[in-house]
């Protein structure tokens, strides 16, 4: 089986003729490159990073990469800016606006405030913000009419690799940890947690998950999303009590978790945000760990809102990526299909219609508001 979710996320993309929707990002330093096939050439969309940077082989990458979409295909004129800490949002936001940037698309929760901020002080420039909406100075989500956010229901996806990781364990354990602990992230965790647990209640198992408690909202967390050693040491710790699948959810963290997989036999990671197998195609060590992922099409989002955006067409109506939509999926199984039995395959193409028809139902505090 090539994907679960592969079939219906190409066709989900292909719907999505959102005037108000979002694909992912690609980055290019500095100024802009041109083109005039769409009249696209006077109009110039821009991006700001998290602090994960460009080549976070993750949420960055995937949103730079619908970027880059976006201006091959329009001929407009971009920009980009490269956050290193959480300082430099702020900063980074307003240089895209003095450069005169018609779209400015800022990548990640955290930099929510700041987007808000921007968007309040120019109500001219319009604005996407990847996996949040826009927040005042204290936190607080506000709405703003040239703020679209591009979220997405996670959870959703993120159940069915749980009940993959269930299906796949050898040792009856299997686990998972966050980077930071933001709304973006336990959402991941939240939707894993349960997709073992209905794994469970159908098969009469009792899979056990380290590193989170869905219900006290606790767990292994490593407070960074810029630390490998942190997330080497934590997938160390699954690994030696007995985990064999680990889902990190951190970012370039999780290469630290692929660094410990890599160590030992018989151990497998699940990848969050976009495709590991590819974003890690120079590391064939790597690869050979990755089970699957749980995938956000962030650079389909972004390529759509651009597209949007440059044709006239923008409003701040809310973005949220699911099952049905093919907004998140699971990637095929890569090096894993020929192990992944027929019959758990089969078993999650059931599932996610269940997800999708409303008979199972995926929740998370953490979810979009609407799903």
Not at 4 to 30: N, Q, V
Not at 57 to 86: P, Q, R, W
Not at 206 to 227: P, R, Y
Not at 293 to 311: F, Q, R
């Amino acid at each position: 089986m090539k994907s679960i979710t592969r079939a219906l996320a190409l066709a989900g993309a292909g719907a999505l003729t959102l005037a108000a929707c979002g694909t992912a990002p690609e980055e290019s330093s500095g100024g802009g490159s041109g083109g005039s096939d769409a009249g696209g050439a006077d109009y110039k969309a821009c991006m700001v990073s998290d602090a994960g940077g460009w080549d976070d082989k993750s949420f960055n990458e995937s949103s730079y990469n619908g970027l880059m979409t976006a201006v091959e295909k329009l001929g407009i004129e971009h920009n980009t800016a490269e956050s290193t800490t959480d300082s430099d949002f702020a900063p980074n936001i307003n240089n895209m606006v003095t450069e005169g940037c018609d779209l400015i698309i800022t990548v990640g929760f955290l930099l929510a405030p700041a987007t808000g901020a921007a968007a309040q002080a120019n109500p001219d420039t319009d604005f996407a913000i990847v996996d949040s909406g826009p927040q005042d100075a204290d936190g607080n989500p506000i709405e703003l009419e040239n703020v679209k956010p591009l979220e997405f229901d996670t959870a959703q996806a993120a159940f069915l690799a749980g009940y993959l990781a269930a299906g796949m364990t050898e040792t009856g354990k299997v686990a998972t940890y966050g980077g930071v602990n933001i709304p973006t992230v336990t959402i991941f965790m939240d939707g894993y947690v349960d997709g073992v647990a209905h794994y469970n209640e159908t098969h009469g198992t009792a899979v056990e998950v380290l590193g989170w408690n869905k219900q006290t909202q606790e767990g292994s967390i490593v407070g960074t999303f810029e630390d490998q050693s942190k997330g080497k040491a934590v997938s160390d710790e699954f690994y030696n009590a007995g985990a064999d699948i680990v889902m990190p959810v951190a970012g370039p963290v999780g290469a630290g978790t692929l660094a410990s997989a890599k160590e030992g036999e018989d151990r497998t990671v699940i990848w969050v945000d976009a495709d590991g197998y590819e974003t890690n195609a120079s590391d064939p060590e790597a690869q050979s760990v990755i089970l699957t992922s749980v995938m956000k099409e962030m650079s389909v989002g972004v390529e759509d809102v651009i597209t949007g955006a440059a044709g006239g067409e923008f409003d701040g109506t809310p973005y949220v990526g699911t099952l049905e939509n093919g907004g998140v999926g699971l990637a095929p199984f890569h090096d894993f299909e020929d192990d992944v039995p027929a019959e758990l395959s089969e078993e999650l193409e059931a599932l996610q219609q269940e997800i999708i028809d409303g008979s199972v139902v995926v929740e998370s505090e953490a979810s979009p508001a609407g799903v």
